[in-house]
């Protein structure tokens, strides 16, 4: 098993410019998860995703917009990026939503907006 | 709301033991997780809680008070390896296992 794989591992964007992080997980779970990652703060919640067609906004949703249409897919969607964008996107995700359920993290995106 | 308290730094040497505290307040509880992060890498998970209590897996364990809001992480026999940083997440949304993180502890172990 892959795990959780991203791509890509790094990107510079332009403000105003618009691209899609990929996220794609082989290990059949039904729940994916969207982090930010901002240096010296913790763990941020973008969007995340219960199953297929299902997508909720997470903590800090606004500029972002999420897919789901496989169990195995959740891409991230930058419409319009901004300076405070700039961040390191990792992707996660669970079999199940239960308390206990461990999250499993890709390897992240490092994304720079000039 | 949610606040998930933890220490920012902290250092200890080589084969000593180190309790890296986390305090929470939020507004349900589900369980408390505890990752780790090597500089530039994904979290990694190590260990949960759901009830109080003490959970040994190797070198490390994890206690949890939930009356006080209360867990501490705990690593023995300390390698260089180890360094890196610790996070303290808190599931607490019923019917979801959305995490809250705390900012991390960057752990530097000393020869």
Redesign the interface.
């Known amino acids: 098993n892959a795990g959780v794989t991203q791509t890509p591992k790094f990107r510079i964007l332009k403000i105003g410019q618009s691209m899609t992080l990929q996220c794609t997980q082989d290990m059949n779970h039904n729940?994916m998860?969207w982090?930010r990652q901002d240096p010296?703060?913790?763990?941020?919640?973008i969007y995340?995703s219960?199953g297929a067609g299902i997508t909720?906004k997470?903590?800090v949703p606004n500029g972002y917009n999420v897919s789901r249409s496989t169990t195995e897919d959740f891409p991230l969607r930058l419409e319009l990026a901004a300076p405070s964008q700039t961040s390191v996107y990792?992707c996660a995700s669970?079999y199940?939503?239960?308390?206990?359920?461990?999250?499993?993290?890709?390897?992240?995106t490092r994304l720079t907006v000039l | 709301g949610q606040n998930?308290d933890q220490p920012?730094e902290m250092t200890a040497t080589e084969g000593a033991i180190v309790q890296i505290n986390c305090t929470y307040q939020t507004s349900g509880?589900?369980?408390l997780?505890w990752y780790q992060q090597h500089a530039g890498?994904?979290?990694?998970?190590l260990s949960?809680n759901?009830l109080d209590g003490l959970e040994e897996k190797g070198r490390f364990s994890s206690f949890l008070s939930r009356s006080k809001g209360y867990s501490y992480l705990l690593l023995k026999e300390l390698q260089m390896k180890d360094s890196a940083s610790y996070?303290c997440?808190v599931?607490s949304q019923t019917?979801?296992?959305?995490?809250?993180?705390?900012?991390?502890t960057r752990l530097t172990v000393i020869p």
């Open positions: 729940y998860y982090y010296g703060m913790g763990l941020k919640l995340y219960v909720d997470g903590e990792f669970s199940s939503g239960t308390g206990t359920d461990t999250q499993y993290f890709g390897p992240g | 998930i920012t509880f589900n369980g997780f890498e994904a979290p990694t998970f949960y759901v996070l997440a599931s019917g979801a296992n959305n995490l809250f993180f705390g900012t991390g």
